[in-house]
């Protein structure tokens, strides 16, 4: 006999955890975040306890380009040590101007330095500190020429130069245009004029100083054997006078020398009136030993 119920139909459904689909694939996500941020921070934590050259030889060490010739790794970038305190070891054969070390929480970084290095790079910024200041001098000297009319004509009888001693000031004649009279060591007034405003251009400096007096070629023979020897010599020397009585110290003045025409301005005419010159060089400053 047939039953007028309806059919009952039953429905499974299976419940399985939440977010399931996700899986793992957000802790690997997580790890790479982390690992970045790691090397992230070791990086900055390396640009900060290297000095620039230090950084130089561990670029030039990652560098596809540069082939090594060292059997081990005594010779490498951080000289045998590894970069970790612990375990740390190193060669007599290590540079000794790369040698890091990982600090641990709460310690200071350890880093060793070449004294030569130090040296060098200690003359390094003396040379530039020095030669900003000669350029300053250089050019508070032309411009007081030009600020005073009447020695405007002297500008093309000023030389500034540099020589392996220093910075070179030549005061040069011309034709028609001496800074002394012939065979004589007494300055003209144009000139006295023109060495106060070198001495007020370099009296601030700290460099001591070296005059030399120079002649032509042409003889000069006076009694008693004065000769272009004596007279460049006491024009170096009047020069030293000038100078000191503008307020240079006396203790600045290194040397006086008088070359006669010994070394000539203009080579190819020593009689070229140019090659009666008074050279002033400020010296270069030894480095400071305490420095080095």
Do not use: C
Request: aromatic share 6%; net charge negative.
């Amino acid at each position: 006999m047939a039953s007028n119920e309806p059919p009952i139909i039953i429905k499974k459904v299976k419940k399985g955890r939440p977010h399931a689909h996700y899986g793992g694939a957000w802790k690997v996500a997580y790890a790479d975040f982390v690992t970045a941020m790691m090397a992230f921070f070791l990086l900055l934590w390396l640009l900060n306890a290297t000095t620039e050259e230090q950084r130089k030889g561990i670029a030039d060490y990652f560098s596809p380009n540069l082939v090594s010739n060292s059997e081990s790794g005594a010779n490498g970038v951080l000289g045998g040590r590894t970069i970790m305190t612990d375990g740390a070891m190193r060669s007599d054969s290590a540079p000794p101007n790369l040698i890091m070390e990982m600090p641990q929480f709460g310690e200071m970084v350890e880093q060793e330095i070449d004294p030569d290095a130090l040296s060098e790079e200690a003359a390094r910024l003396l040379a530039e500190q020095e030669e900003t200041r000669f350029r300053d001098a250089e050019f508070a000297l032309r411009q007081a020429i030009q600020d005073v009319p009447e020695l405007n004509q002297l500008a093309e009888n000023l030389i500034i130069d540099r020589t392996p001693e220093g910075m070179r000031i030549q005061i040069v004649d011309r034709e028609r245009l001496s800074m002394f009279p012939l065979g004589s060591s007494e300055m003209l007034d144009h000139t006295k004029k023109l060495m106060t405003l070198v001495a007020e251009a370099i009296r601030r400096l700290p460099n001591k100083i070296a005059i030399t007096g120079h002649t032509d070629s042409r003889p000069y023979v006076h009694k008693g054997g004065f000769s272009n020897w004596e007279l460049s010599a006491e024009r170096a020397n009047a020069s030293r006078r000038a100078l000191i009585a503008t307020g240079l110290p006396e203790s600045r003045i290194a040397s006086v020398i008088g070359k006669a025409d010994e070394e000539p301005l203009i080579t190819e005419d020593p009689t070229s009136p140019r090659n009666r010159r008074i050279s002033i060089v400020l010296l270069h400053e030894a480095p400071d030993p305490v420095r080095q």
